[in-house]
């Protein structure tokens, strides 16, 4: 049941905001050009993923999302809306990534992308927002697909008092999406290169992020 509200309520979410796409022209370039991308974004800016793919292009999209019941709720959701993939798990900074069964998530993200399908996995391990965390950055390395920093927000929000803060998009507004340009991570990268497409996907983020609002509330960069 929260699944079918959460989902109801985006759908009317969608149906009052006006989406403001940056770049305007050829947002979905990188998808077009590439054989799969990793979607970047930060936690608490997933929950309008459902309405990124073009209908016309048939785009896949297939976002991570943990087993906590939090997670269950966003995945019913999503299959609400159209999403008919996901894969479930998580990362974490210390010792619980074998309890939240990362390597078998990475697993399985390398194996959607080696298909062709887009992963959508948000960078900052729980409970650090706005952290990028090392797992997406590694995931490009073995994959060589290409990293997409990507804001999505809307202009109306209501923000709960969580961990990151999470926005709760509201109707009648303005939807702004804005994508960076793609971070590579060479195949051969040692710790001090992986850490230094880490700063980089996180600060991509921010500037994407950032924009995003702007473009929300403006209309315009």
């Not at 929950?47 to 997670?71: C, E, M, S, V």
């Not at 390395?141 to 709760?168: A, F």
């Not at 991509?204 to 929300?216: C, G, P, Q, S, W």
Request: charged share 25%.
């Amino acid at each position: 049941m929260a699944g079918y509200l959460l989902a109801a309520h985006y759908w009317f979410v969608r149906r009052t905001n006006r989406m403001v796409r940056e770049p305007a022209q050829d947002f979905y370039a990188p998808f077009d050009n590439n054989h799969a991308v990793i979607v970047a974004l930060w936690h608490g800016e997933h929950f309008l993923i459902p309405f990124l793919g073009r209908k016309d292009k048939g785009d896949r999209f297939t976002p991570l999302t943990t087993y906590h019941r939090d997670g269950e709720i966003l995945t019913r959701a999503g299959m609400h809306l159209g999403i008919k993939k996901f894969l479930r798990g998580a990362g974490d900074h210390g010792g619980e990534f074998l309890r939240k069964k990362a390597l078998q998530a990475f697993t399985s993200m390398m194996r959607e992308l080696k298909s062709g399908g887009n992963v959508v996995v948000t960078a900052d391990v729980p409970k650090v927002a706005r952290v990028a965390g090392l797992g997406i950055v590694t995931l490009a390395k073995y994959s060589q697909c290409p990293i997409l920093p990507l804001g999505m927000v809307t202009s109306r929000v209501h923000r709960l008092s969580n961990w990151d803060k999470t926005p709760i998009s509201l109707p009648f507004g303005r939807m702004g999406l804005v994508r960076g340009e793609e971070i590579r991570v060479p195949r051969d990268a040692d710790d001090a290169a992986l850490e230094a497409a880490r700063v980089a996907v996180e600060k991509a983020l921010n500037d994407v992020t950032e924009r995003a609002y702007a473009l929300a509330r403006n209309g315009k960069l």
